[in-house]
């Protein structure tokens, strides 16, 4: 047995035919889970589709009633990037309800994995970018509706940069220039801004979609190629940051599995050694600090799926070692 949860449905499966997304990657998790004995069938909970009251916490009612009604425009479907049907948008509910379910057992428990989630291209108003619903700001706004946090730090580490995240939690941001980077040969950039009720991190390749990117409490802009100890420098650099001006109830960790260098949408050069240090290194410094962590999966794109399926049962492994070694300062 874990000593946390992991949340799981078969239907996080998204129906979206032949896509580089896999949308099998879920049920591939949860079996290799299994088979392997990471996990035993007690270690999952299964979640229920978020409320509609909970999902526009975070979206307009525009455009939940778009969704409901199947009346996005084709430029909106075309933005999706993802084709619409109803099985989609009751997938994503039940991602978001996963997320919920999550973040509730990460304060229990000090750590809760949904297997699936990280859809941080949506924002407020239309999707994108494979996210048709902020699985994880629709988490964060229910604790925080339901009193049981007051703050939220959300840590992205997919290759691409959380947009969405971004221009969900701006409200009260005011841009504060650019902190000092660490020392390093390589031509990464950090920007920061100050946070509102919740503190956004992003790392991600700069010279990737989105296009456009609004600024996070902290965005580490990496130049294409970066490997794993550049990576984990900056990663280490960004939490010592974000946790020295912030103090979270609860933190978001976006585990994508895209940093990898066998990625076929990212342009990094992380191996599977490096991402299971960069998912050691989050839950370590949380730990430390006794932050609870919620985890997310977002993207993979893995030429060999099997691949994404390793990262993503890694950062089940991670976890489990960092809550059963002993707490350090
Ligand atoms: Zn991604």
Redesign the pocket.
């Known amino acids: 047995m874990l000593p946390f949860k992991l949340i799981y449905s078969d239907d996080y499966y998204l129906p979206i035919g032949a896509h580089v997304f896999p949308a099998e990657k879920y049920r591939r998790v949860h079996a290799r889970l299994l088979e392997t004995g990471i996990a035993a069938a007690g270690d999952f909970l299964k979640p229920q589709p978020a409320s509609d009251q909970d999902i526009l916490l975070v979206h307009t009612p525009e455009y939940v009633h778009k969704l409901k009604t199947g009346t996005l425009s084709p430029q909106e479907e075309m933005q999706l990037e993802v084709p619409f049907s109803p099985e989609l948008v009751h997938a994503f509910w039940l991602a978001a309800g996963g997320s919920i379910l999550a973040a509730q057992h990460a304060l229990q428990d000090g750590v809760a994995v949904n297997i699936g989630g990280g859809f941080h291209h949506a924002f407020p108003d239309h999707g994108e970018g494979f996210c048709m619903i902020h699985d994880v700001a629709v988490a964060i706004r229910r604790l925080r509706r339901d009193d049981k946090i007051h703050t939220a730090m959300t840590v992205d580490c997919?290759?691409?940069q959380g947009n969405g995240t971004a221009a969900i939690f701006a409200g009260t941001r005011v841009p504060s220039g650019t902190l000092p980077s660490q020392s390093s040969q390589n031509a990464g950039r950090m920007r920061s801004a100050h946070a509102g009720d919740v503190f956004t991190i992003s790392l991600h390749q700069h010279n990737n979609y989105p296009a456009w990117k609004p600024l996070s409490s902290i965005d580490v802009d990496l130049p294409d190629g970066v490997g794993d100890d550049d990576y984990l420098g900056w990663l280490d650099n960004a939490l010592s940051s974000g946790l020295r001006q912030f103090e979270p109830d609860l933190l978001c960790y976006i585990a994508?599995a895209?940093p990898y260098r066998e990625d076929q949408?990212g342009g990094l050069a992380l191996t599977l050694e490096g991402l299971k240090r960069r998912d050691a290194l989050v839950f370590r410094v949380a730990r430390a600090r006794k932050i609870p962590v919620m985890v997310t999966f977002?993207?993979g794109y893995a030429r060999n799926v099997e691949d994404t399926v390793t990262i993503h049962c890694n950062t089940v492994l991670a976890a489990r070692d960092a809550l059963s070694a002993p707490r350090s300062g």
Do not use: E, I, K, Q
């Open positions: 997919d290759v691409h994508g895209d949408l977002a993207g």
